[in-house]
């Protein structure tokens, strides 16, 4: 089984963006309606790749750590499911990636559409306790915060939030 270990973060400004040294991959990613305390699962396409992913609930004291099954598809069909399965729960977004310390890498999503204006750095760890470096940039973490999962943000988008932050 595998175990996605995730640590999420707002951001303070876009001082990233100087340490950008490649396009970003053009995400779209589609949410399957949700049983209550289901598991989430989403069909994604990154630019000529595509993925069916089921993830489980988050557990641990931070709410960082949640099983994850991940299937590459054919990009026609994840097309199909997007429109066939998940309507209005789709998410696009641009993500960046940023080497970080250790072999880590940053994971940096400019969210669009509904969701613009928010923008979000994600950074995935061997261990819960892993040690890693905060750039500058790096603002408040919002990890237990289930409102930036992106399936959420497919069915209550950022700029439909009260309390912007």
Same mark, same amino acid.
């Given at each position: 089984?595998?175990?996605?270990?995730? &640590?999420?973060? $707002?951001?303070?400004?876009?001082?990233?963006?100087?340490?950008?040294?490649?396009?970003?991959?053009?995400?779209?990613?589609?949410?399957?309606?949700?049983?209550?305390?289901?598991?989430?699962?989403?069909?994604?396409?990154?630019?000529?790749?595509?993925?069916?992913?089921?993830?489980?609930?988050? &557990?641990? @004291?931070?709410?960082?750590?949640?099983?994850?099954?991940? %299937?590459?598809?054919?990009?026609?069909?994840?097309?199909?499911? $997007?429109?066939?399965?998940?309507?209005? &729960?789709?998410?696009?977004?641009?993500? %960046?990636?940023?080497?970080?310390? @250790?072999?880590?890498?940053?994971? #940096?999503?400019?969210?669009?559409?509904? @969701?613009?204006?928010?923008?979000?750095?994600? #950074?995935?760890?061997?261990?819960?306790?892993?040690?890693?470096?905060?750039?500058?940039?790096?603002?408040?973490?919002?990890?237990?915060?289930?409102? %930036?999962? @992106?399936?959420? $943000?497919?069915?209550?988008?950022?700029?439909?939030?009260?309390?912007?932050?």
């Amino acid at each position: 089984m595998g175990i996605e270990i995730e &640590r999420k973060f $707002l951001l303070k400004d876009e001082s990233w963006r100087d340490q950008v040294s490649e396009l970003p991959e053009t995400l779209t990613q589609g949410y399957f309606l949700r049983a209550p305390g289901g598991p989430t699962v989403r069909v994604r396409i990154a630019d000529d790749r595509a993925f069916l992913t089921i993830k489980g609930r988050s &557990r641990g @004291n931070e709410g960082v750590e949640r099983s994850e099954f991940e %299937y590459r598809l054919p990009v026609p069909d994840a097309a199909a499911m $997007l429109e066939e399965f998940c309507g209005t &729960r789709v998410v696009k977004k641009l993500r %960046y990636f940023l080497p970080a310390d @250790n072999g880590l890498c940053w994971e #940096i999503d400019e969210y669009l559409e509904e @969701n613009q204006g928010l923008f979000t750095a994600e #950074i995935e760890l061997p261990a819960p306790d892993t040690p890693f470096e905060r750039p500058l940039w790096l603002g408040e973490e919002v990890s237990g915060d289930s409102r %930036y999962g @992106n399936g959420a $943000l497919s069915v209550k988008p950022y700029s439909r939030w009260e309390d912007q932050k």
